[in-house]
């Protein structure tokens, strides 16, 4: 049982590129999310998603993309990367069962954005 | 005002010290609270949930006080390996999987030999 993983670990974009950070758990949680992490600002909530085919924005949507294709997967797109988008990506799940709502984050993939 | 605020410290303490950490909260329709833990370079882990009554996990203490929306940590006989940050974290819906989970910045925790 891995939990929750993502992929890559760390990656360099030069400005304008575009990138697909994955993300995959393997605790059958229905719901996932993307945060960014910065220095100062604490983990800010990009996009959601509450099951397979659906997704939503969150605090911070913009410049990113989301697809949920499979319940296990959620994928974030960056389709022109700018060096604002420098930052640490969180994936997290949880379960929508009552009194299970812990969510459980990935190791994190570190960006930056030259 | 921000919706989760926390003295961001670093609190520095010796081994064996009890430190205690704040939190407060704006919107008044929060429903559940927990603490969180991260550790340098690592990804936040769930140390306990929040419940009205208090709760107790060993040498952690977590209050709630939804009167003055305010959450507290108590850290008894502080060891090295409790070094990390501490986040507070809030949700709207009683659960919590909405997308409706929000972070404080953290409180930064260094405990010296």
């Known amino acids: 049982n891995a939990g929750v993983t993502q992929t890559p670990k760390f990656r360099v974009l030069k400005t304008g590129q575009s990138m697909t950070l994955l993300c995959a758990q393997d605790m059958n949680h229905e719901y996932m999310y993307w945060y960014r992490q910065d220095p100062g600002m604490g983990l800010r909530l990009i996009h959601y998603?509450?099951?397979?085919?659906?997704?939503a924005k969150g605090e911070v949507p913009d410049g990113y993309n989301v697809s949920r294709l499979k319940k296990q997967n959620f994928l974030l797109g960056l389709e022109s990367a700018a060096p604002s988008q420098t930052s640490v990506y969180f994936c997290?799940?949880?379960?929508?069962?009552?009194?299970?709502?812990?969510?459980?984050f990935g190791p994190g993939t570190r960006l930056l954005v030259l | 005002r921000k919706e989760v605020e926390q003295d961001p410290g670093p609190f520095n303490v010796p081994e064996g010290a009890t430190v205690a950490f704040n939190c407060t909260y704006s919107?008044?329709?929060?429903?559940?609270f927990f603490w969180y833990r991260q550790d340098c370079r690592k990804e936040p882990k769930l140390l306990m949930s929040?419940?009205?009554s208090g709760n107790e996990d060993g040498r952690f203490t977590a209050q709630l006080n939804r009167a003055s929306q305010y959450i507290s940590l108590l850290i008894r006989d502080s060891k090295l390996s409790d070094s990390a940050t501490y986040l507070c974290v809030v949700t709207l819906d009683y659960g919590g999987s909405q997308g409706n989970l929000i972070f404080g910045k953290g409180t930064k925790l260094s405990v010296k030999p």
């Open positions: 919107n008044s329709a929060s429903q559940s």
């Open positions: 998603s509450v099951g397979e085919g659906t997704t």
């Open positions: 929040v419940y009205s």
């Open positions: 997290a799940s949880s379960s929508l069962l009552a009194n299970q709502e812990t969510q459980y």
